[in-house]
């Protein structure tokens, strides 16, 4: 299928954490301060513009509802590839709802696509120009808290950040990363290629499906190049932060989920991985393969796009813990410890069976209502 619902978030998060692990090197204070103060009088409907790069690019911003222009709050932002727009990654992933207190903002790659693939239309350099850009805009417009950015995407999106985790100035930015159904086309051939990361420590946490036909799991040639098997990806990212191997690994629903947890120079949970496989209820019936799509418990575009099923993990849920226990540190190089790795919600193979054109006709429409109430 051309271009699979290839998503882009690249999530940006800043938020006023309290009763956070102690860090090694403190807590980083730096970060335009300006936009605190100014009240935010544009619709987050309507599109944000930036020069970069010679190019006028696009942003859209959920506030909370109760902002205040005189909090420095954490902010995400998702951006998507095909369709093309930030508004169906905010109806996919419904991080305004995960994410309530928190500024979500959803960048738009250029011409539906991010860098990184044969049919990409702007270079790394570019996008990670426009993220700094972007960075800076989302400063000067409203109250970011820059120790606690963070960044997710899917797809296409997700391989981006790949290409922004490795980056050691607009990478440094971040203070983690949390990559679904990555398409990892600029990191491909080992942990030293080209990779030069920001610290010594860079929180990663990825989702996959292990059935996924449009990122295969065990690599290969994908749509848009070469794809390394995520097995390879993540032991790359384990020997950066220096690593334990193996990792420690826990099996969940039937051994449908299983959730790998790396202990990188001391700090517990730094890197970890969520491979989502078979559902299968021996009771009742089979459920199908968790394919390319955002994991959800309830019904989402991604999984109708990919003719895929409901998941056991709710993925936006569980990478809010996992940023919870990360801030950006003061100095270069090192990077506080973490607290608790976060646990998967259960679930029930109940909710995950094929959805019968009665339920798929409901979630459209939902859908569909959600993105009309956020354009008007």
């Known amino acids: 299928m051309m271009r699979k619902y290839i998503l882009l978030s690249s999530v940006l998060a800043t938020r006023v954490v309290s009763a956070l692990a102690t860090r090694d090197s403190g807590i980083y204070t730096g970060g335009d301060l300006s936009g605190c103060g100014r009240p935010a009088n544009l619709s987050s409907a309507l599109p944000h513009l930036v020069t970069s790069s010679g190019m006028v690019r696009t942003y859209t911003v959920h506030l909370p509802p ?17 369709p093309g727009i930030g508004l169906f990654l905010e109806v996919d992933s419904r991080l305004d709802e995960s994410a309530p207190d928190k500024i979500v903002v959803y960048p738009n790659g250029v011409d539906q696509a991010w860098a990184g693939a044969n049919y990409s239309r702007a270079t790394a350099p570019e996008d ?17 808290d820059s120790a606690r950015v963070y960044a997710t995407g899917m797809s296409n999106g997700a391989g981006f950040l790949g290409a922004l985790a490795c980056n050691d100035t607009v990478g440094g930015e971040f203070a983690a990363f949390a990559p679904v159904a990555g398409a990892y086309y600029t990191d491909a051939h080992g942990p030293d290629d080209g990779c030069k990361p920001a610290r010594d420590l860079t929180p990663i946490l990825e989702f996959h499906g292990g059935a996924d036909e449009s990122v295969f799991y065990d690599g290969g040639q994908g749509e848009g190049g070469y794809e390394p098997p995520i097995a390879d990806w993540l032991s790359w990212w384990a020997e950066r932060n220096g690593c334990q191997t193996p990792p420690d690994q826990q099996d969940s629903f039937n051994d449908t989920v299983h959730h790998l947890t790396w202990t990188c120079r001391g700090a517990q949970g730094v890197l970890q991985h969520y491979k989502i496989d078979t559902m299968i209820n021996t009771d009742k019936f089979v459920c199908p393969t968790a394919e390319h799509a ?30 919870r226990n990360f801030t950006r540190p003061a100095v270069s190089g090192t990077k506080g410890k973490p607290t608790s790795p976060p646990v998967a919600r259960s679930s029930s193979c ?3 069976r094929y959805l019968d054109p009665g339920l798929l006709a409901a979630a459209n429409a939902v859908t569909i209502a959600a993105l009309t109430a956020r354009l008007m």
């Open 66 to 82: 109760n902002y205040s222009p005189t909090q420095q709050y954490l902010s995400w932002s998702a951006t998507t590839a095909t």
């Open 128 to 144: 990670l120009q426009f993220t700094a850009d972007l960075l800076a805009d989302l400063r000067a417009r409203y109250c970011v």
């Open 294 to 323: 955002w994991p959800s418990t309830e019904p989402n575009f991604s999984q109708l796009a990919a003719g895929d099923v409901l998941t056991h993990i709710q993925a936006s849920e569980i990478m809010q813990d996992f940023f």
């Open 350 to 352: 109940n909710r995950a």
